[in-house]
Nanobody, 123 residues
Framework: QVQLVESGGGLVQAGGSLRLSCAASGRSSSSYAMGWFRQAPGKEREFVAGITWSGGSTLTADSVKGRFTISRDNAKNTVYLQMNSLKPEDTAVYYC????????????????WGQGTQVTVSS
């Protein structure tokens, strides 16, 4: 079992930045592939970014490429999502996810999920 707790969400003006954190705990959590997803009201949950357990490979959605960066610190069992140049359309609940096998862009690629953190971008 892996437990995931997100933090760092909040209200920010368009053009601003936020850094989300996802603290993982549990058996071998540092060896898990990790991902960030988001879900806006009335919309499906969508992939934002993913990272392999080593941090050697990442995947970023086209909608946030060049603005968002995923990284991890395995010594702290924490994954980060640095979000720059935020837009109102980035407003959503952001979820952290983990899987023991591989990183991917689909929700079914991940076994464990956090509770989410709200990000609101005002225009």
């Amino acid at each position: 079992q892996v437990q995931l707790v997100e933090s760092g969400g909040g209200l920010v003006q368009a053009g601003g930045s936020l850094r989300l954190s996802c603290a993982a705990s549990g058996r071998s959590s540092s060896s898990y592939a990790m991902g960030w997803f988001r879900q806006a009201p009335g919309k499906e949950r969508e992939f934002v970014a993913g990272i392999t357990w080593s941090g050697g490979s990442t995947l970023t959605a086209d909608s946030v490429k060049g603005r968002f960066t995923i990284s991890r610190d395995n010594a702290k069992n924490t994954v980060y999502l640095q979000m720059n140049s935020l837009k109102p359309e980035d407003t959503a609940v952001y979820y952290c996810a983990a899987d023991s096998l591989a990183m991917g862009p689909e929700t079914y690629d991940y076994e464990y999920w956090g509770q989410g953190t709200q990000v609101t971008v005002s225009s």
